[in-house]
């Protein structure tokens, strides 16, 4: 197993992330996981991208335009084709089985990976832990909120950002994009998010055709720090079962 820096280029930027490539034979080619991190970003799963590793699933971490390192300016209506970028890069690695690919996300990278899977019909799963919702996510906080967690990111403005993360909610609907995916669908919500209520997936999964399975976790805060073995175990053991080794 080994993991290691990437840069790929997208619209003139570059951005980050951490490939794992699983042990195997120079012939050998693996499921894989692309992971989208929220916003801004400080938790990434990679304990969850460890569980998977360990079980022949290989992954590539994204860091979106503006954070942790990528050029340019944050901006919620650029994380859909980020990540399909990323998801691209991700399928041409010579160690990687194109016909076995995910998306796992997490907040607002959750958000994303409903629209990734919505527009890649080729995709064998999707997983969305705490997903942002689309339009009851507007209301009089943003602002505050993203004047907040923006700190550690490179962004043109507070102002800027909200009016951006009011457009990009509309028009990358996570309701319509969960009806509209094909593959199978794993939603992971705490009934204690203190961030995005637990009605969001409780709502998406509504929507959402089959495939589908959501799973509420009595208590569980946003970023699960008080069950995280809790959540390896569930979202690994599922993204293996449905991508196989």
Known sequence: ???GAIVLRYD?????????CPDGSPRSRH????FLHGFPGAEKN??????????GIASLALSFGGA???EGRYSF???VPQARAALRYLRRQPFVDGRRLAVFGFSVGGWAALSVAAQEPALSAVVAVAPAGGVEMIGPHNRERIARLSRPLRVRSVDWLTADFRRAVRRFDPHAAAARRSCPLLLVHGDADEMVPDSVSRTLFAEARPPKRLVVAGGAAHDFLD????LVRLTAGWLERRLGR
């Open 68 to 70: 942790w390192g990528s």
């Open 77 to 79: 209506s650029e994380l």
């Open 31 to 34: 499921p894989a996981v692309l």
């Open 227 to 230: 069950r995280r073995d809790w």
């Open 12 to 20: 003139g930027l570059k951005l980050l992330g951490v490939l794992n």
């Open 46 to 55: 990679v304990d969850v991208q460890r569980r998977l590793l360990e079980r």
């Open 1 to 3: 197993m080994h993991s």
